[in-house]
């Protein structure tokens, strides 16, 4: 590859939860520029959720994401009982976790038997993959269906729920219906823990990345709808202090905000085109002239939410039969290879079931299906979940009537787009060295590893490959 540039360019990707490519630029073997690019409009919610009544911001956020709504839901209305001093009983937070351990079910499953074990096994799909392992898919949907029941259950339909709502739920179950998804949940499991052993013997191409990882941490559960934020680089806040040590910022070649941990760079100033790459842990910009973008080094402040951070900072908190599975299937922490996340989702599987069940057999229906809130009042509160790909930060400030008068929310694609682009520069030797085919397919599957949520993406479909003159 000596003096050649190759460039893969991906200009749409497909089947995607919003618009956007990927460009590759390898020069001398090595990634000169790595851009994920979002080109889908903006959608203007936190704009739109200005003036509307704080009881709103639940179904209003729901609809951001129909994979993982109930994220949004969560987030929404942690924010709000922050704000207006709502503390649920132990009922409803055992009902809420178990609505959310149903999200995670599907929302893994779709993504890890229909979108990323192809990849794995050389397919282009998970039709021609079930042609030849039909047991396996059929196994995958049976856990999403498993997911789906629960979210249908207690949501009231499988997609944006609507028996949520600030304090709770508009109704409980009965026991006796809950009890009734105790047949597919405890099948669920066993697939689980079969499609585990399974997947772990399946390769998995070799890459160690330096993550900051970031996820909320609880002192006694893996961490879903409570906690702190902690991070591998010793950060441990509340979450109402998200603000102060993370920064979005805008790119130029992408319409999604981006975010980075504060400290680690500063943001481009006023007038720049955009923000440029950081020197290794020297926290200033590149110097005038040099090309632009570069390839991002460690200590750009990007940091890695999602699967892989919650594994590695609260892998301790997994039940012990969890853990066990985990050894068996050849997992330990520290895992930093985003390619075994497609093991780590199998993991957070068989937690959200075996959670599932045990929530459902010490179940105690609520007094109230909700808490109201004692007064209604200005103020501005701070909520955080974790969505399926990661940490997932609301922020509103409310009037003395309870409209809205300001929102942020932070969702984890836009807090993993920049380890996204670093992990296609650490990979940019071994695919240099590949047939451009392959290596196409092999950067595919590097960003499908953390199934960034413009996304749900399958493949992509268009490839366009430019050669420097030698």
């Given at each position: 590859m000596s003096a050649e540039?190759?460039?893969?360019?991906?200009?749409?990707?497909?089947?995607?939860?919003?618009?956007?490519?990927?460009?590759?630029?390898?020069?001398?073997?090595?990634?000169?520029?790595?851009?994920?690019s979002i080109f889908e409009p903006p959608r203007f919610f936190?704009?739109?959720?200005?003036?509307?009544?704080?009881?709103?911001?639940?179904?209003?956020?729901?609809?951001?994401?129909?994979?993982?709504?109930?994220?949004?839901?969560?987030?929404?209305?942690?924010?709000?009982?922050?704000?207006?001093?709502?503390?649920?009983?132990?009922?409803?937070?055992?009902?809420?976790?178990?609505?959310?351990?149903?999200?995670?079910?599907?929302?893994?499953?779709?993504?890890v038997f229909l979108l990323?074990?192809?990849d794995f096994l050389g397919y282009p799909d998970a039709v021609a993959m079930a042609r030849d392992h039909r047991d396996w898919v059929a196994?995958?949907?049976?856990?999403?269906?498993?997911?789906?029941?629960?979210?249908?259950?207690?949501?009231?339909?499988?997609?944006?729920?609507?028996?949520?709502?600030?304090?709770?739920f508009y109704s409980a179950p009965s026991r006796a219906d809950l009890e009734g998804l105790l047949p597919e949940l405890r099948a669920g499991s066993?697939?689980?823990?079969?499609?585990?052993?399974?997947?772990?013997?399946?390769?998995?191409?070799?890459?160690?990345?330096?993550?900051?990882?970031?996820?909320?941490?609880?002192?006694?559960?893996?961490?879903?709808?409570?906690?702190?934020?902690?991070?591998?680089?010793?950060?441990?806040?509340?979450?109402?202090?998200?603000?102060?040590?993370?920064?979005e910022e805008h790119v130029s070649w992408s319409t999604a905000l981006r975010s980075r941990i504060r400290g680690s760079g500063r943001r481009a100033p006023p007038g720049d085109p955009e923000p440029r790459a950081l020197d290794r842990g020297s926290g200033r910009r590149a110097p005038p002239g040099d090309p632009e973008p570069r390839a991002f080094e460690h200590g750009s402040g990007s940091y890695l939410c999602g699967p892989l951070a919650r594994f590695n900072l609260s892998f301790d908190r997994l039940l012990p039969e969890v853990q066990d599975a985990t050894r068996a299937a050849g997992l330990a922490v520290p895992c930093r290879n985003p390619f075994r996340s497609l093991l780590v989702r199998l993991v957070e599987i068989l937690q959200a079931f075996e959670e599932s069940i045990r929530i459902i057999e010490a179940y105690a229906p609520p007094p109230a299906p909700f808490v109201a809130p004692r007064s209604v009042h200005a103020g501005t509160g701070y909520g955080g979940s974790e969505a399926p790909?990661?940490?997932?930060?609301?922020?509103?400030?409310?009037?003395?009537?309870?409209?809205?008068?300001?929102?942020?929310?932070?969702?984890?694609?836009?807090?993993?787009?920049?380890?996204?682009?670093?992990d296609l520069c650490a990979l940019s030797p071994s695919l240099a060295s590949l047939p451009l085919r392959e290596a196409t397919a092999r950067a595919e599957q590097a960003v499908r590893n953390h199934d960034p949520c413009i996304s749900c993406a399958t493949h992509f479909l268009t490839l366009r490959v430019e050669e420097a003159p030698r």
């Open positions: 540039t190759r460039t893969i360019s991906v200009d749409y990707l497909a089947r995607v939860e919003g618009e956007g490519s990927l460009t590759l630029v390898i020069e001398d073997g090595r990634a000169k520029e790595a851009r994920l936190e704009a739109f959720l200005r003036g509307r009544g704080y009881a709103e911001a639940p179904d209003i956020t729901s609809r951001i994401c129909g994979i993982c709504p109930v994220a949004y839901i969560t987030s929404a209305c942690r924010a709000m009982e922050d704000a207006l001093g709502i503390e649920l009983g132990p009922e409803l937070r055992a009902l809420r976790r178990l609505l959310y351990c149903g999200e995670w079910i599907e929302s893994h499953a779709l993504h990323h074990a192809p196994k995958g949907l049976a856990i999403k269906k498993a997911g789906n029941a629960i979210v249908a259950l207690l949501g009231g339909r499988e997609v944006h729920p609507v028996n949520t709502r600030v304090g709770g066993e697939h689980t823990r079969a499609c585990l052993s399974w997947m772990a013997t399946l390769p998995c191409p070799e890459l160690e990345r330096p993550y900051e990882f970031v996820a909320l941490r609880s002192d006694d559960v893996y961490a879903i709808a409570e906690g702190r934020l902690v991070s591998s680089g010793g950060l441990d806040i509340a979450v109402r202090d998200y603000d102060a040590h993370f920064v790909r990661g940490f997932l930060y609301h922020r509103y400030t409310l009037d003395a009537e309870g409209a809205i008068l300001d929102a942020k929310i932070v969702p984890p694609t836009s807090q993993n787009q920049l380890s996204i682009e670093e």
